[in-house]
């Protein structure tokens, strides 16, 4: 069959397959409510846990520093596109997690990417939870590493496979806060588990940075862990921190290492100015102002109460973060609930295969801080009801 009738045929089986996927254009600015095809929603899908990724502060350093700086970087960091803002942002991030040095990155799937092809070679180990990240498998994938993985969040299967492995340098890596899930990663039993048999780690802390641990420095914060001695830690700065890139944090050995080797540093042109002067703006609100975090927290919590109090059959996984699923099975009723909920004014979007296995579709819920006890209400209301609850009855 010619290759362009084989991708029209693959489009074919993910139409009959219900897993065709379509993007939605946003008439507004990010926040509590969005705007599509002219009808506003509340919004319970984004990732901007804070409310900062509208937030005038963050606004106005942008908007400053693109006055002051101009658009782009114009040059990859090591020629000449590292400016004295990016830096500045470095020291603040290793700073604010309690790291030796940090490095900014363009995004998390490339940061991602850079610490296995960086620390491995051909007969090297890395060992990922089964349920990490897209970006994190592919990272594996795409090193020349061995890549294994291990039963989700079972650490002693993990300690089994590292004590097995005669491989000269070992890696494992994982989600803090599983981004599918919402439930963590048992960092305490992987960290010891990694001292003991010289492995370094690697703590993808997307959904755990500026919302997890006292000061919002995520989730080893949160676990009283480290930053360096063999632990790594990956955040994003387009979720809690409300603009967008990512950085690496450790020991000064491994972050040179990577500013030397890692390809998806190296061959990439430098984050815009401008990003680096909002997300600098955020990270001074996540020290300056706790209260967000306190309302993130208290809107979980009354969120995963009510469900509880009103004995809901639904199929809800026990996350105690802002990520609630709640799954479905199939692809099909996944969508159902998802047109349901938009007719009740919510927009939640349908998560399908391949991105979560075979008959686990969902619907995401992500809590804000930006959402109303009210808007938590309409979404226990229209969860409770005849519909959605007949739907979510075959997965019982």
């Given at each position: 069959?010619?290759?362009?009738?084989?991708?029209?045929?693959?489009?074919?089986?993910?139409?009959?397959?219900?897993?065709?996927?379509?993007?939605?254009?946003?008439?507004?600015?990010?926040?509590?409510?969005l705007?599509?095809?002219?009808?506003?929603?509340?919004?319970?899908?984004?990732?901007?846990y804070?409310?900062?990724?509208?937030?005038?502060a963050l606004?106005?350093?942008?908007?400053?520093?693109?006055?002051?700086?101009?658009?782009?970087?114009?040059?990859?960091h090591?020629?000449?596109?590292?400016?004295?803002i990016?830096?500045?942002?470095?020291?603040?991030?290793?700073?604010?997690?309690?790291?030796?040095?940090?490095?900014?990155?363009?995004?998390?799937?490339?940061?991602?990417?850079?610490?296995?092809?960086?620390?491995?070679?051909?007969?090297?180990?890395?060992?990922?939870?089964?349920?990490?990240?897209?970006?994190?498998?592919?990272?594996?994938?795409?090193?020349?590493?061995?890549?294994?993985?291990?039963?989700?969040?079972?650490?002693?299967?993990?300690k089994?496979?590292?004590?097995?492995?005669?491989?000269?340098?070992?890696?494992?890596?994982?989600?803090?806060?599983?981004?599918?899930?919402?439930?963590?990663?048992p960092?305490?039993?992987?960290?010891?588990?990694?001292?003991?048999?010289?492995?370094?780690l690697?703590?993808?802390?997307?959904?755990?940075?500026?919302?997890?641990?006292?000061?919002?420095?995520?989730?080893?914060?949160?676990?009283?862990?480290?930053?360096?001695?063999?632990?790594?830690?990956?955040?994003?700065?387009?979720?809690?921190?409300?603009?967008?890139?990512?950085?690496?944090?450790?020991?000064?050995?491994?972050?040179?290492?990577?500013?030397?080797?890692?390809?998806?540093?190296?061959?990439?042109?430098?984050?815009?100015?401008?990003?680096?002067?909002?997300?600098?703006?955020?990270?001074?609100?996540?020290?300056?102002?706790?209260?967000?975090?306190?309302?993130?927290?208290?809107?979980?919590?009354?969120f995963?109460?009510?469900?509880a109090?009103?004995?809901?059959?639904?199929?809800?996984?026990?996350s105690?973060?802002a990520?609630?699923?709640?799954?479905?099975?199939?692809?099909?009723?996944?969508?159902?609930?998802?047109?349901?909920?938009?007719?009740?004014?919510?927009?939640i979007?349908a998560?399908?295969?391949?991105?979560?296995?075979?008959?686990?579709?969902r619907?995401?819920?992500?809590?804000?801080?930006?959402?109303?006890?009210?808007?938590?209400?309409?979404?226990?209301?229209?969860?409770?009801?005849?519909?959605?609850?007949a739907?979510?009855?075959?997965s019982?």
């Amino acid at each position: 069959m010619p290759w362009r009738e084989q991708l029209i045929q693959q489009h074919r089986n993910r139409v009959t397959a219900k897993t065709w996927r379509e993007r939605q254009a946003v008439q507004n600015a990010a926040g509590r409510e969005l705007k599509i095809k002219g009808k506003t929603y509340l919004n319970f899908c984004s990732n901007d846990y804070l409310g900062l990724a509208n937030h005038p502060a963050l606004s106005a350093a942008a908007i400053k520093t693109t006055q002051e700086r101009g658009t782009g970087a114009a040059a990859s960091h090591l020629i000449c596109g590292h400016q004295d803002i990016h830096q500045e942002l470095e020291n603040e991030l290793a700073a604010f997690v309690g790291a030796e040095k940090a490095i900014a990155f363009s995004t998390g799937y490339m940061a991602n990417l850079a610490v296995p092809q960086t620390f491995l070679e051909r007969g090297d180990l890395v060992l990922q939870d089964r349920l990490n990240h897209a970006s994190l498998i592919d990272a594996g994938r795409f090193c020349e590493a061995n890549l294994k993985r291990y039963r989700h969040l079972d650490f002693g299967h993990a300690k089994t496979i590292l004590l097995k492995s005669n491989a000269n340098k070992k890696l494992l890596t994982t989600d803090g806060v599983f981004s599918m899930d919402g439930d963590q990663a048992p960092l305490h039993e992987l960290t010891e588990i990694c001292r003991q048999t010289e492995t370094l780690l690697l703590v993808d802390d997307a959904h755990g940075f500026g919302v997890l641990g006292k000061t919002g420095a995520g989730s080893l914060e949160q676990h009283e862990i480290c930053v360096g001695d063999g632990v790594l830690m990956l955040g994003t700065l387009g979720k809690a921190a409300g603009s967008f890139g990512a950085f690496i944090a450790g020991d000064a050995v491994y972050i040179d290492s990577l500013l030397q080797q890692a390809r998806s540093y190296i061959y990439t042109t430098a984050l815009p100015p401008s990003v680096a002067a909002a997300t600098r703006a955020a990270i001074e609100i996540f020290q300056t102002e706790p209260e967000r975090r306190n309302k993130l927290n208290s809107n979980i919590n009354y969120f995963r109460q009510a469900i509880a109090n009103l004995h809901l059959h639904l199929h809800t996984l026990d996350s105690k973060t802002a990520i609630q699923p709640i799954l479905l099975g199939d692809s099909e009723t996944a969508l159902q609930a998802t047109k349901l909920l938009q007719q009740r004014g919510l927009w939640i979007t349908a998560i399908r295969p391949p991105t979560v296995p075979e008959g686990t579709a969902r619907i995401r819920i992500t809590i804000s801080a930006e959402h109303h006890q009210s808007d938590l209400d309409q979404l226990i209301d229209a969860l409770s009801s005849d519909a959605m609850l007949a739907l979510a009855e075959p997965s019982q």
